[in-house]
C-alpha cells in the first residue's frame, strides 16, 4: 500500500538549514509527483513545494522560493526539502503527500505522510 514517511525535522536556529526527506513505498516516483505542504501553529495547510514526475519543481508561496529546494532520488524512492536561510515563520509540521498523478495536483492529494516537525527559534 501507499505509504510516505518523513524525517529530519528538528529545532534549528534562524538562518540555519535542515533537510527534510520523504522516504515512498507502494508507488514509484518515476509516475507520480509528491508535494511538501506545511502546518504552522494555530493555522491552515500551506503547499509549500511540489516535484512533478517529469522533475519539474514548483514553489507556491514566495516565501520560500530562493530558500528551499525541492529534489527527489528515484533510486531510492525518496523526495528531499533542503531549506536553507530558515526564519521563525517556518515553523510548522511538514508533511509530503501525493495524488498519485504524474502532474503537481495540491489541492487532490489523497496520501500523507505522518509529518515532521520543523521549529525555527533562537
Not at 500500500?1 to 526527506?21: A, H, K
Not at 509527483?33 to 516535484?51: D, F, L, M, T
Amino acid at each position: 500500500q501507499v505509504q510516505l514517511v518523513e524525517s529530519g525535522g528538528g529545532l534549528v536556529q534562524p538562518g540555519g538549514s535542515l533537510r527534510l526527506s520523504c522516504a515512498a513505498s507502494g508507488f514509484s516516483l518515476d509516475y507520480y509527483a509528491i508535494g511538501w505542504v506545511r502546518q504552522a501553529p494555530g493555522k491552515g495547510r500551506e503547499g509549500v513545494s511540489c516535484i512533478s514526475s517529469s522533475d519539474t519543481s514548483l514553489y507556491y508561496p514566495d516565501s520560500v522560493k530562493g530558500r528551499f529546494t525541492i529534489s527527489r532520488d528515484t533510486a531510492k524512492n525518496t523526495v528531499y526539502l533542503q531549506m536553507n536561510s530558515l526564519k521563525p515563520e517556518d515553523t510548522a509540521v511538514y508533511y509530503c503527500a501525493t495524488a498519485l498523478d504524474p502532474e503537481c495536483r495540491y489541492s487532490e492529494y489523497d496520501y500523507w505522510g505522518q509529518g515532521t516537525q520543523v521549529t525555527v527559534s533562537s
